[in-house]
Each structure stands twice: as structure tokens, then as C-alpha cells.
């Protein structure tokens, strides 16, 4: 809800909006043929628009192969905005500061790690060790890849939607919002209950089920552990949204 009413996206654009994908290429893959085949109902001339909310990498084992195939195989007909998300954010400063590297690690660096062919071997706190982590990842990551994970956007606005990937801080302008918070929020933006002048779609929390609330559309499923990759579908007023698999899991 948007001052009292229904959030809207402009008519004749519809929005698909993809949750975390934690490199799980394969059901990247199944989300995209079941957008694809979803699409086919659309009215004709429909401008399709398709959004990640970011965390591209980390935790699945296939974050390479993710990104190969968002750079190499794009959806066809869609327009594509790729946000950014804090650990695609932490890959990056990982290349450049070694000593993030336990933290990174433990939360799912290591499987990133593996996805480029770089051995982790036990994990020490040891910069050097780190350091030699770091040296091997920079000449295993394709130019293309950092290309990709320096070129994310970090919000995206359309009707009375803002895409991001953890949230906002609210009653703050979101010009004047802190990066920080637009990558790694929780609270108070999860359990605040006013009207933020938009409705924030995003992902970083992970949750049981796709979650509607007034203010806010969470669409993080937990893929990488779950296998449910979630998908909503903004289109005028609007709310239905897919999973892995292919089926409605629900429509407002």
C-alpha cells in the first residue's frame, strides 16, 4: 500500500523479480523457463522487465557458472536490472582486502572458492593464507565476471515499487540512504509497519514463504539451502509469484 492505496506499476510493463540465487545455477535455470513459459500469457506488447535483487554468489557451489550465465544468456524479449547484494559485494572486497577473508569464507566464500577452482584446503587464521586465497581467485576470475559484479545497480524504482536488496531504513529519504543499510538491513525495516512511500521489494532475510506486508514484498526462500527460488510478478496492482517448479504459490 502506497498512501492508502494499492502499489501500482505503470500499465503495460510487467515486472518479474527473482530472490536470492546463492549460486544455484540450476534452479536459476528452471526460474528463468518457468518466467519464460509464464510470459507466454502476457498481453502482447506487454514490456517485460526481469530483476535480481543480488546475491548472485556464495553458499551454492555454481556462483561461477551463475554468473556465466547471466552474462552469456540473458532472457530473451526482457529488459534485465541486476542489483547488488552484500555478498556479491564482499567477493569484490575480498579480491582487494585479504583480511575479510575468515568472515567470507564462513559465510559461503568458500563454496565461491570452489566454483573457480581455487582449494580451500582447512581454513586457518592466517592472512597469509588468506593472501594466497585471494592471489589465486584474482587470476581464476574472468575480466567479464568483475565486470558484471562492478557494473550491479543498487536500487531500482518503477511506479510505486523499489527494488533493492535488503531493504531501507525507514523515513529516510532514499537519496540519502546508507549503502550499508540498502545491502545488509534487517531491522527496523522488517517490522515496520508505516507507509514508506513505496513498496520494497527485496530478498537478504530469508523466509518460509514468499512475505506481503503493507510495505514490503520479501522474496528470499533460502534457495541455496531450500530449492525454492522465488519469483514475484508485479503487474498494475498486482501480486502473484513463482517458485521452482513452475506453480503459482500465490496471487492478491
Known sequence: ?????????????????????????????????????DSQDLTPGTE?????????????????HVLDLLIEEPLPDFGAVYLVGNHD?????????????????????????????????????DLQYFERLQAELAEKVPPEHLAFLRGLEVTFQIGDYLFVHAGIRPHIPIEQQSPDDLLWIREPFLSCPDDLGVVVVHGHTVEA????????????T??????????????????RFLTTGGQPMAER
Request: one cysteine or more.
Open 48 to 64: 517485460k522487465i526481469l530483476v535480481y535483487v543480488g546475491d548472485f554468489v556464495d553458499r551454492g557451489l555454481e556462483s561461477s
Open 209 to 220: 514463504q514468499p512475505t506481503i506486508r503493507n510495505n514490503r514484498i520479501g522474496i528470499d
Open 222 to 239: 533460502g534457495a541455496c539451502w531450500t530449492g525454492a527460488l522465488s519469483c514475484v510478478v508485479l503487474e498494475e496492482d498486482t501480486i
Open 1 to 37: 500500500m502506497v498512501g492508502g492505496r494499492p502499489a501500482r506499476i505503470p500499465p503495460g510493463i510487467c515486472i518479474y523479480a527473482i530472490g536470492d540465487i546463492h549460486g544455484r545455477a540450476d534452479l536459476m535455470i528452471e526460474m528463468h523457463r518457468t518466467i519464460m513459459e
Open 89 to 125: 559485494a564482499w567477493f569484490l572486497s575480498f579480491l582487494v582486502d585479504a583480511k575479510i577473508g575468515q568472515s567470507w569464507l564462513r559465510y559461503g566464500g568458500d563454496a565461491t572458492l570452489h566454483s573457480y577452482g581455487v582449494r580451500v584446503g582447512m581454513v586457518r587464521d
